[in-house]
T-cell receptor, first 112, second 115 residues
Framework: AQSVTQLDSHVSVSEGTPVLLRCNYS??????LFWYVQHPNKGLQLLLK??????LVKGINGFEAEFKKSETSFHLTKPSAHMSDAAEYFC??????????FGGGTRLMVKP | EAQVTQNPRYLITVTGKKLTVTCSQN?????MSWYRQDPGLGLRQIYY???????DKGDVPEGYKVSRKEKRNFPLILESPSPNQTSLYFC??????????????FGDGTRLSIL
């Protein structure tokens, strides 16, 4: 069985400061990992994905994530937060089957 | 424009009254799925479909039905809705389901309230 834990339900940063959203996973198989973003009243949009190529993955809007197998982590970072980054972020793991498992989500707030 | 379209976007109804939420995609995707989103629980998969006439249960299938008669459509049916099915529902599709390392394309969601 696989699971995803997003370690912070809420993160608050000031505009222009770094963002760190933490995700730990467990999986019996070599996982594929994703980060999605959800803006209010909208569906989820793909930020980036890891599928066993480079461990540092770059996504849209300046986000990136690093896959660390030894720590079973896939944390999302951005060097400088923008007001438009305020949203909810989901870490997702897939496995050998055809199902996806979502983390509980992290709400990012960006203060001016 | 490539998109996943859900209808209705909002629905308030009563316990026991059958309802259907439609989902349609115009990207010729093989894989489609339904999720419910509840606070603190993220999204949980209800059902998924690898292709036409092929459907499988996800994590929380109880109280729901689906069908996949055409590639583009994947309706979600609540035969006898109950208040614990009050939630925000998302339909998603991807090119293929193999290993699901394909990114999912999500609809804008349907907010259901069952009184």
């Amino acid at each position: 069985a696989q699971s995803v834990t997003q370690l912070d339900s809420h993160v608050s940063v000031s505009e222009g400061t770094p963002v760190l959203l933490r995700c730990n996973y467990s999986s019996s198989y070599s996982p594929s990992l994703f980060w999605y973003v959800q803006h209010p009243n909208k569906g989820l949009q793909l930020l980036l994905k890891y599928t066993s190529a480079a461990t540092l993955v770059k996504g849209i809007n300046g986000f990136e994530a690093e896959f660390k197998k030894s720590e079973t982590s896939f944390h999302l970072t951005k060097p400088s937060a923008h007001m438009s980054d305020a949203a909810e972020y989901f870490c997702v793991v897939t496995h050998a089957g055809n199902m996806l498992t979502f983390g509980g989500g992290t709400r990012l707030m960006v203060k001016p | 424009e490539a998109q996943v379209t859900q209808n209705p976007r909002y629905l308030i109804t009563v316990t026991g009254k059958k309802l259907t939420v439609t989902c349609s995609q115009n990207m010729n995707h093989e894989y489609m799925s339904w999720y419910r989103q509840d606070p603190g629980l993220g999204l949980r998969q209800i059902y998924y479909s690898m292709n036409v006439e092929v459907t499988d249960k996800g994590d929380v299938p109880e109280g729901y039905k689906v069908s996949r008669k055409e590639k583009r459509n994947f309706p979600l049916i609540l035969e006898s809705p109950s208040p614990n099915q009050t939630s925000l529902y998302f339909c998603a599709s991807s090119l293929t389901g193999q290993g699901t390392n394909q990114p999912q394309h999500f609809g804008d969601g349907t907010r259901l309230s069952i009184l």
